[in-house]
C-alpha cells in the first residue's frame, strides 16, 4: 500500500491550498482516511478525518477553515485549506485507517501513512 500526497507549498497568511493523497488501496472506498500535520519540534496532531461513509471530524484549530473530502473513484483525499495562518505551517501527513476506530485523532489508529508534504504559510 502506498499513500501519495501532494499539493504543499509556500502560500500567504490569509490563503487558501489544497491538498491531495492518492492511495494505492484496492478497497479504498471502505477505509477511513485522515491528515495529520507536524510542525518543527512538535508532535504529529490530527487535523480531520473522513469515514467510509463520508462523516467528517476536525481539530478544533482548524474547524470552519479547513474541509476534507474524498473521491472513490479517483482513491483521493483532499484537504482544502482556507484563510490559511502562518501557525498552520508544518509538514501535512495523510493516513489510512482500515477500520473505523473512535480514536481517530490517534496517529495508532491508523495503519498506513504518506510521505508528507510541506505547507509554508509566510506572515
Known amino acids: 500500500v502506498q499513500l501519495q500526497a501532494s499539493g504543499g507549498g509556500l502560500v500567504q497568511a490569509g490563503g487558501s491550498l489544497r491538498l491531495s493523497c492518492t492511495a494505492s488501496i484496492r478497497t479504498f472506498s471502505s477505509y477511513g482516511m485522515g491528515w495529520f500535520r507536524q510542525a518543527p519540534g512538535k508532535d504529529r496532531e490530527f487535523v480531520a478525518r473522513i469515514n467510509w461513509n463520508s462523516s467528517t471530524y476536525y481539530a478544533g484549530s482548524v474547524k470552519g477553515r479547513f474541509t476534507i473530502s474524498r473521491d472513490n473513484a479517483k482513491n483521493t483525499v483532499y484537504l482544502q485549506m482556507n484563510s490559511l495562518k502562518p501557525e498552520d505551517t508544518a509538514v501535512y501527513y495523510c493516513?489510512?485507517?482500515?477500520?473505523?476506530?473512535?480514536?481517530?485523532?490517534?496517529?495508532?489508529?491508523?495503519?498506513?501513512w504518506g510521505q508528507g508534504t510541506l505547507v509554508t504559510v509566510s506572515s
Open positions: 493516513a489510512a485507517d482500515r477500520g473505523s476506530s473512535n480514536n481517530y485523532y490517534q496517529t495508532h489508529s491508523y495503519d498506513y
